[in-house]
Each structure stands twice: as structure tokens, then as C-alpha cells.
């Protein structure tokens, strides 16, 4: 373009020339200055991160570079971006004339000149005098919008790098050093106090020597060892603090009349001299039940440590009140009510059983006892149980038992068939009765809540029908049960044989009901029957009529040889498998083929109906009117009626029916 | 090398325009915007169409440039039953040489400047009679073109408010057209200007301003006005954002906004909401000739960016097909072309950001 200008205008090249180059310039130097500061913002802003950087990784190539380095480093690369970005701008002379041209309003005389065109002298003239200011309308450079993001990116990095030095981090092998000589000087306090065996304080300085070589090994995760050497340093100083208190008021007590076989140099406290006896002297289980009675703190939480966790803490409260330190127990410090103090039994004979399984645990409750004296503590621990017990109830007196009573006798029962292993041949409906009457046995349950209990199934109701009959069988002294009919012993009493009366009714009633609703097949008839002759039988044997066992067994006894042998119902005896019908079978056949009861039918007309012919007289609809504004209508109207408008048009199209109204 | 048109050169087309200008100005008062693009629409050899309503000295106004441009004048009053053959005229049997046979008889089309009043008044068919002569400057009868004088001008005048029995320009027809003036009211002083200047609204008697063959060089000087390449490149982009395809697809409409109008409502709609059909290249070629009759009447030798904004509006917006619904939300052409203007840059490419 200015090539033209010059070829052009000779008279022109000076002044246009000079003014798109001086405009040309401008605009290279705002570009320079534009990558100068975008340069100087990206490498100030990564400048910044590597720092952070090198902070979080612990490194300090850069850090440890001079301050001004830095810098001189950003303001080269800025430098740098600034002179790439002018260099490469590119902007058309065109462009340039043209901008010039609205910045000095030319009236279009410099865009002639600049192509070329020979101009008249006035009209050179007045361009002339127009390109004089070009000066003052040469593009100024953004200052205030460009130079933001670079403070804002000088700001960070001077801030990143007057940041404080990092706190120098102690290496893990130092704090691993450090707490192992923390245990090393624990374990020789430990030593120091003379309360521990010296084997066990030599098993400590091992494991604290084992964990200074693994530590200096540089091997990880030391810290949980360490944790669980030092809560084991802690037991052991509570140990030896407690039998420091216990062998102090023992020396106190005994101190006259007792422990002759002790040595002078008074380690006697703490066991040493019994370790030679294989019986513990009286005074040193006392001194045992003592500590149980005469807990201090930590020995007494050590001891509900030991209890069951649902026992409650007034419970755990009641059993150290009532510890003497004899060892005896004070019954009036004992509850009242029965059921807690069988807990309460119950509670320290977990105790004791817990302690039993666990010999660490027993030896820190009952430091200094040889075993043998451990073992009788825990007989102790198993009388003070016994004296928990409650008083048992008189049942030999001839009074009819209670409800309770009588469950926990059918659970009775169910425990014996479970040693006989005759309980798994039961049902499973009678299983779980069996399991609940056992668990209800300390609750009261009458026999309208046993025959709650049946199942609904009908075979399940056959096969308990069955098994009742065998629990019946047994019930006279046969297996299971194995004592002697006669002589009492297992034989179940009056009200149990009235239960299992109940129950037998009960059953034959409820499938009686099952029967008339969802009759069985006559192989299932059959063994159902056997089951209820066996239960009948029963019912009739343990009904209180002696005299009517023969008549009953005869009943049984058709009914069995009218059915069979008792089996499960729908077998076919030994060699068929047994058809058992579930619920899934009852469900698949849901669909099954049913006899539905026949309608009644009326009477037959008398009268004989004549057959008439007749015209028939249809109904016509009305026709809908199709003029002109109805849907579907054929005229001009119908297009007008069905358009459409846009919901922008509607306001205007009811405004031109507004105004045509009026 | 291209030479401009010298001082002494734009003195005198100067000195004719003004000559016509003034002439027109006294017999059309208060109406010197009006005059002067009528000017310019004859300086650029373009067909003018002038929309007002009645009253308002159209007609007197052509009358009058006729007079004083000193070209032969007809007058065609457009009514329904106008034929095509009534305008172009028509082969009528004539005795020869003792043999009978058709001859051409020109019609009234066959005139410099023909004054064609209330042309939305005839029927399509006799608009159309004007389509070839208003664009080829001749007349096609039975096959045999005759050509039309020059210059030839078509000024037509139409009445906006009675539309009944009108037939609407179609696009063709308006394209043809290098202006579509709407002429203004009167204010109130120009009005007692005219009552106590004219009696019973007879114009005052003027004389011819151009003489034989001042027109022919009125004509020269204009084609001498100096277009630059960055004003035809503005106009080119003007025209091109007219367009609803291109406006949001070429390069020319980047800095363009989309919202160019507003409709009654006040919501903002874009050139693709408001307009169906753009400008046609006949509309740029019409503005970058009437920009340079624009700059000789502004004593420029070339044309300028202001030159090309003054004559856009009157060459750009009957050219313009609007949406249905821009027309209903009371988007006029006028308002579109008016914000492209402020839309579209002069130069197309803006300066870098980092400078102001």
C-alpha cells in the first residue's frame, strides 16, 4: 500500500508514509508492551508455583538462587515475549490507513492518497494540514487494563518468596529413637520398682531392643508396635501398682499369726514365697477374694472389665458391696429380687468362666497366686456365684404348677430329645415351638398360647401331629426320656401331660379345619390319621383317665392299622421317597384344577315366546354443521379458524381487534 | 494513474447541482433533505420513488426537477385499469407506401423523466411493463425493442395510507428502484411559509438551471468522484449484513450485533429474526453511485464514510423483505438498516485491545 503511494504521489510519500509508519509503530510498541506484561504475568505466576512447589516437595534449586536472579530471570523471558509478539504482529497497511483515515477525518483524502491517486494541489494541501496532527491521534496504549494481571502476578511472587522458611523436619528415624528410649527409660523404672517378674521386664527390654534395630533398619510402620509396647508398659506399672496396695494391707493383716514359710526380705507379698507351696494358704485366697472386695480404682475397673457389658453398672456396684474381703458374700447387701440376682449369678459365673479361658487375664487379676491358687480362686468366683443364686421355689409339694413351670418342663423335654438326638427328627414347626417354650420358660405361657404357636401348613401340622405322638410316646417313660415310668424321675407331671393333652386337641382340631379346606390326597389322609390316632391316643392316655388307656390305645391302634404304619404323609413306606408339600408346591399349584359348586338353575319358562320379524329403525345422528369456521371446514374460513399464532403475535392481533371495536 | 477530480472540476459540479437544488427548493419548501437525495438519486442515473401522502408536493416536486433539469417530462397517472400497452405503447395499423401495416407508436414512457403518480395503483401487469424499462432503458413490443431517450428517469410517487384497491410493488420492481424517499410533513412555518407565498398552491415560475449538455456533464463529474477501497469494502459489508444467513456466518457481520431492531414490544431482534430476504448487489452498486453524487454535492472528490451513511437508509430499506413477525412487532426496515449502520465498523478489522 505504501509501495503504491509512493509510486503513486511523489509529492504525497513523505507526509502519508510518515504517518502510517509513525501509526505503524504505535501499534507495535502497544504490542511489545501487551507481551512484555503477559509474558512477565505467566512467568511471574510459574515462577511463584515452582517456589510453592519446591516448598511442598522439600527441594530449593530455586529457593536457594539469589532474589534478584529470579526476577531477572522473569523480566528476560518478558523481554523476550515482548519483542516475539511485536514482531509477529501483523496488521494490513489498509487497515491502518483506514484507522487513521476515522481518526483524522480525511473526508476520505488520505485513503485516495494512500492508493495512489493523484491528488490536486488544494486537496494535497488540506491533507496535509490533516496529517500535521497525526501525533495526536496516534493509538494510546492501555496502561491501566493491561499492567492488572501482572502486579496482581509480581504481588505473589514477592509474597512467595518472603514467605518464612519451612521448619526444619525432624527426621522419622530421630522420633523413633526418641520413643524408644522413652520405653528403654520406662522399662527401667519398671525394673526399678521390683513388682514385676524379672523374666517379664527381661521380655520388655527384648521387645524395646527389637524395636531400636528395626527403627534403625529404617523399617516402617514402628509407631503401633511402639503403641501397643508402651500401653503394655502401662499394664504392667497398674499391675505392680496394685499389688503394691494389696500386699501392703495384707502384710498388715496377716502379719501375726500367718505366713511363717515367707522369706524376711518381705517378698512375701507378692507371691514369691507361695510359689514353692502347691497349696495356697487360706490367707493368701483371702488375700485374692480381698482383691475382689477391696478393689481399689483400677483394679476395680479391671474387675467390670470382666463382667458382661449388659450388665448394668448398679449390678457391677452391688457385687463388689457384697464381696467380703473374706471373701464371703453379704447377703443383705445383696438385691432383693430374684431375676437379679440370678443375673447377678449369671454375671460372675461368665466372669469366672471368662477368666477361666483366659489365663493372661486371670494372672493380672490374681498376681503372686500360683496356678493352683488361681484355680481355687476361680472356685471361689463359682461359690460367690452359687450365693448369688436366688432361693428355688418348693416343687415337691403336690401344688399344681404354673404356667412357667410348665413350659420350662416341654423345654426340659426338648432338651432331653436333643440328647437323645431325637429333636432333629421333629418337625421344624415343633422345633421352634420347642425352641420358643424353652425360651419363654421363664415366662408365663398357658396352653391357649401354645396352640397359638401351631403352624398353619397342614403337613407341618401332620408331621407335629406325629411328632407329638412320639414327645407323648416318650412321655411314658420310653426313649427319649429313659427313666422309669413308675418311679417319677422324667416322668412329666400332671399339668404336662394336661399341656400335651391341649396340644393334641389342638392339633386335630386345626387340621380338621386344614382338612375340610384343602383336602389331601388319600395317601396323606392315611398318614394324617396315623398321626391323630397317636394323638388321640395320647390325649386320651394323659387326660386324667387312667381307666380309659386301654379304649385309648385301641382307638390309636385302628386308626394306625386303618392307615398304616406312622410315616410322613404321602410316602408309600420304605423305598418311596417321601412327598412333602411345601409352600412352593402349594404355590405352583395355585392354579390347579377346582370344581366350582354348580348355579342354581331356575325353572323353565312355561310360557312359549313367539318369534317376531320386524323393521329394524335405525338412529341417525345429526350432521355436523362444516361452514365456514368450524374445524374441518372446506371453506376459507376453516383455514382462518385453524391458525396458528405465534404467542408474540397474539398481543397484536388483540390489540387490532381492540381498536376495531372501538 | 488514476486522477482525481480537481478543485476547479468540483467547483463546477458544485455550481450545477446547486443550480438544480435551489431551483427545487423554491418550489418545495422546507423540504432541502428531500431535495437533495432526489438529486442525488438523478445525479446517479437512478429511478427514484417517492412515498408520502397526498398533498405534500410530490408530484409538483418531479414536475419541477423536470424543468429544471430541462428534460423532456410525461406524466402517467397509474389506475387500475391501466394496460401496459397504454405506457409503452403500441403497434397501430398505418397506410405506407399504399401498403397497410403495424407501426409502432411510442407511449408516454418514451420521455427523459417520467412521472409515474400512485404506481401501486395499477394492476401487476402494468407494473411490470416498467420492469424492462426502468433496467434495460428500452421497451419490448411485439418483439421489437425500442429504446428508450437518455437519460431516463422513472419517479414514482405512491400513497402509503389508502391501500385499498393498490397493488403492492412487488420485490422486482422495488429493487429497481435506486431510492424509496418517504417525504416528510411540514412543519408549521413552513407552512405559512407556503400560504403567504403561493396562492391557490400554484408553484412559482422557474427556469431551466441546466442548459443543453450540463446534465451529460453533471453526469461525468459524478462518475469521476473517487470511491477508495475501504469505502467500497464498507459498503460491500453493509449490504452483505442484510443478509440473515450471512449476518451471523460471514466475516463481515463478527462485529455486528445481532439485536438491530426493536420491535413494539421492546424486545431486541436480531437480523435473523427480522429480516427474510437481504439487499441485492444492485443495491450496493446503487449506494457506492449514490455516495458519489453524495460527495460532489458535499464538494468532496471522493467519496467519504458519511457519504455512504447519508444515502444507505433511502437505498437499503426498501430493498429489505421482512419477517412476518418483525412487520407485526413493528420492526421497520429503517430500524434495521439504522442499526447496521452503527453496527457495522468502517474499518473491518479493529485495532488490537491493547490499544484505544
Sequence with gaps: MVASVVQGAPAMLAPVSDAIQRFRGRLRLAAFVRGLLLGFCVLAATMAALLLAERLLATSYLASMPGWSLWAVVAAGALLTGAVIASRQSIDDAVVVAHLEKRLATNGLLLAASQGVELDASFVQRLGAQLGRTESVLPTIRWQALSLRPVVAALVLVVVQWLPPTAAAKPAAEALAIATQRLDAEVAVLDDRQAVPDDRVAELRRAVG?????????EEGLWRDIDQLRERIEREHQLADAVDGTSAQANGNNSKSQNGEGSANGDSANGDSARGSETPSTAELAEAMAKLGALDGAALKQLTKQLPPDLSAAAKQAIVEAVQPDGSVDAAALPEDNAARQAL???????????????????????????????????????????????????????????????????????????????????????????????????????????????????????????????????????????????????????????????????????????????????????????????????????????????????????????????????????????????????????????????????????????????????????????????GASGSGGATWQLRLMPRHREVVRRFFAEKKK | MTTMLTTEQVARGQQLLSAVRDGANQVLLGQNDLVELCLIALCARGHLLLEGQPGLGKTELVKAFAKLTNLEFRRLQFTPDLLPSDITGGPILQERDGERQLVFRPGPLFANLVLADEINRSSPKTQSALLEAMQERSVTVLGETHSLPKPFFVLATQNPIELEGTYPLPEAQLDRFLFKVEVPGLDADTMARILTSRRRGEPPTIEKALQEGELQELFDLVDAVFLPDAIANYIARLVAATHPARSSSSKTSSHISRDTSTNASGAQLGVDQAVRYGASPRAAIAIGEAARAAALLQSRPNVDFQDVARVAIPALAHRLVLQHSAVVGGTTARAVVEQLLQDIPAVHKPLPEEVR
Design chain 1, 210 to 218: 527389637d524395636l531400636n534395630e528395626r527403627a534403625a533398619a529404617g
Design chain 1, 345 to 631: 449369678a449369671d454375671a460372675v459365673h461368665a466372669a469366672a468362666n471368662q477368666l477361666a479361658d483366659d489365663p493372661a487375664k486371670l494372672a493380672e487379676l490374681a498376681a503372686g497366686l500360683t496356678e493352683q491358687g488361681q484355680q481355687q480362686l476361680l472356685e471361689k468366683l463359682g461359690e460367690l456365684a452359687a450365693q448369688f443364686e436366688p432361693p428355688s421355689g418348693d416343687r415337691g409339694d403336690g401344688a399344681q404348677p404354673s404356667a412357667p413351670e410348665l413350659s420350662a418342663e416341654l423345654a426340659k423335654a426338648a432338651i432331653e430329645m436333643a440328647k437323645a438326638g431325637a429333636l432333629e427328627d421333629l418337625p421344624k414347626g415343633l422345633q421352634e415351638m420347642m425352641a420358643k417354650a424353652g425360651a419363654a420358660a421363664l415366662e408365663s405361657m398357658d396352653a391357649e398360647t401354645l396352640l397359638s404357636m401351631l403352624p398353619d401348613d397342614l403337613s407341618e401340622l401332620m408331621a407335629m401331629a406325629e411328632s407329638v405322638a412320639k414327645l407323648a410316646e416318650g412321655m411314658q417313660g420310653e426313649k427319649p426320656f429313659g427313666g422309669d415310668p413308675a418311679g417319677g424321675g422324667n416322668q412329666p407331671s400332671k399339668a404336662m401331660q394336661d399341656k400335651m393333652a391341649a396340644l393334641a386337641k389342638g392339633l386335630m382340631d386345626k387340621m380338621g379345619k386344614e382338612l375340610g379346606a384343602n383336602p389331601p390326597s388319600d395317601a396323606a389322609q392315611s398318614g394324617a390319621g396315623d398321626a391323630l390316632a397317636q394323638g388321640g391316643q395320647q390325649g386320651g392316655q394323659q387326660g386324667g383317665q387312667p381307666g380309659d388307656q386301654q379304649g385309648g390305645q385301641q382307638g390309636g391302634q385302628q386308626g394306625a392299622q386303618s392307615g398304616g404304619s406312622p410315616r410322613a404323609p404321602g410316602t408309600e413306606g420304605g423305598g418311596h421317597a417321601a412327598l412333602r408339600m411345601t409352600e412352593d408346591t402349594y404355590g405352583g399349584a395355585s392354579s390347579a384344577e377346582m370344581e366350582l359348586p354348580q348355579p342354581e338353575l331356575g325353572d323353565l319358562p312355561t310360557e312359549w315366546v313367539p318369534l317376531t320379524v320386524e323393521k329394524a329403525t335405525p338412529e341417525v345422528g345429526k350432521r355436523q354443521g362444516n361452514g365456514a369456521g368450524r374445524a
